[in-house]
């Protein structure tokens, strides 16, 4: 007992102590904080030849995402000094092989397993010479800059924040010169397969993806097995040219597993066009500037605290 009252008088002790705290004021410049913690790539190539810090590979990529859909931004591997591959996929989009059924392995990593959805692929007219991109925490975005033998090539990509919007993914493209109105996009979908397929050869395929327009956008349908479905849209909007600069935007949305994924996905990039770049853009970077200043969070190691705000600016979502 007398033990037990000691603990209990230390422990009014230390309350009474937090209440006589003076409260902590915090005055900092968001902005500049954080940006020590920002990604930034840099590259070259000469006379077609990629150099040594070309980001080729998928861990080389920069990235952007809001806890569901997400994007991962490198050179294309194939042809680095050509193009850059802009990978999406969702954390929502798994294989559902129901138990029982005649195609089930009884695996998880064959049954259950996250499926990928595809990349789209931004080719330029000229070969690069010398590039850049950013990973900015404070606005939750990437922007990019390649400077080619025919001109220059600007983007910003995030991934809105305001899902309850617009659940969806913007890339806004700025070309200049020789490299305005004649850079290509292309689409590229992924087999939704386990990565494991190939380790059994008694594996039974997902169908194949099938391409529709529905009022006007793109979608990609991925059925399953199970009867469900999931499916990605897009939709390039043409912002206009002037002074030899072309503008324009795309909007991206990956439906979860669902009965009708592509009316799904689809309603989500019109959502996206109705709000627009600039109107999801504003409501993307104020929502992070609010979610940063009532989450304060820091380190006396700049590394690690450079990898929570980092892995931070991937995985939130506005209800977690």
């Known amino acids: 007992m007398a033990a037990f009252l000691r603990c209990v008088s230390i422990s009014a002790l230390c309350l ?13 410049d968001w902005e500049s904080f954080l940006s020590r913690a920002d990604l930034v790539w840099g590259w070259s190539s000469q006379a077609g030849q990629a150099s040594s810090t070309t980001p080729k590979l998928w861990y080389h990529s920069s990235f952007v995402g809001n806890g569901a859909l997400g994007m991962m931004i490198r050179c294309n591997p194939s042809n680095p000094t050509k193009s850059l591959y802009f990978s999406v996929s969702s954390s929502a989009v798994w294989d559902d092989r129901q138990p029982g059924a005649k195609y089930t392995r009884n695996n998880f990593v064959l049954d259950r397993p996250r499926l990928p959805s595809g990349h789209f692929l931004l080719t330029f007219s000229g070969d ?41 993914m913007l890339i806004e493209l700025n070309a200049t010169g020789g490299e305005a109105g ?33 009022n006007g956008i793109n979608v990609t349908t991925q059925r399953h097995l199970s009867g469900n479905s999931h499916a990605l849209a897009f939709r390039i909007e043409d912002l206009g040219s002037q002074n030899g600069t072309s503008w324009s935007v795309m909007h991206i949305s990956i439906s979860p597993v669902v ?62």
């Open 16 to 28: 009474a102590a937090v209440r006589t705290e003076t409260p902590v004021k915090l005055d900092i």
């Open 259 to 320: 009965k009708d994924g592509a009316t799904l996905a689809a309603k989500n990039v019109m959502q996206s066009m109705q709000t627009g770049l600039n109107g999801l853009a504003a409501l993307h970077r104020d929502w992070w500037h609010q979610y940063y200043s009532v989450s304060f969070l820091t380190f006396n190691d700049t590394r690690i605290e450079s990898f929570y705000w980092i892995q931070a600016s991937f995985c939130q979502r506005i209800d977690s």
């Open 128 to 168: 690069t010479r010398k590039a850049s991109m950013r990973l900015h925490l404070w606005d939750a975005e990437v922007t990019g800059t390649v400077n080619t033998t025919q001109g220059t090539v600007m983007f910003r990509a995030f991934a809105n924040s305001r899902y309850d919007i617009a659940d969806s």
């Open 182 to 214: 004649k850079t290509v996009w292309e689409w590229v979908p992924a087999p939704a397969d386990s990565t494991w397929a190939t380790r059994d050869k008694t594996y039974v395929h997902n169908p194949p993806p099938e391409q529709s327009v529905i």
